[in-house]
Nanobody, 131 residues
Framework: VQLQASGGGWVQSGGSLRLSCAGS???????????VGWFRQAPGKEREAVAA????????YYADSAKGRFTISRDNTKNTVWLQMDRLDPDDTAVYYC??????????????????????WGQGTQVTVSS
């Protein structure tokens, strides 16, 4: 499974960006059986969870720093997850990574907050917010 994260860039404080995470595989696979998380890592800091979404998209998680400003969503017909980020702040400056975890049907509605759950990682996309 390969993940391609895109949509990062430079934006002024208060602005918006929409990150995309597209999944693909050379082997047969099903995007909808994979839970997805977005993480970020700022220079000199540990990687932290930003948001996560269940396989169906019905359940979501947001870090306190993202609540009310970020929205995670997915379209399983397009093999894509998005992270809409509004009212960005310089503290949001980081490399953002999407990650994916395959689950069995019993866990389709579960969300995974911690990076150690995830098997597949995208390459990261830089988000820079200037004051």
């Amino acid at each position: 499974v390969q993940l391609q994260a895109s949509g990062g860039g430079w934006v002024q404080s208060g602005g918006s960006l929409r990150l995309s995470c597209a999944g693909s595989s050379a082997s047969p696979w099903t995007f909808e059986t994979h839970a997805v998380g977005w993480f970020r890592q700022a220079p000199g800091k540990e990687r932290e969870a930003v948001a996560a979404i269940s396989c169906s998209g019905r359940n979501t998680y947001y870090a306190d720093s993202a609540k009310g400003r970020f929205t995670i969503s997915r379209d399983n017909t397009k093999n894509t997850v998005w992270l809409q980020m509004d009212r960005l702040d310089p503290d949001d400056t980081a490399v953002y990574y999407c990650a994916m975890k395959g689950v069995t049907s019993a866990y389709y509605e579960r969300i995974y907050r911690h990076d150690y759950y995830y098997s597949y990682w995208g390459q990261g996309t830089q988000v820079t917010v200037s004051s």
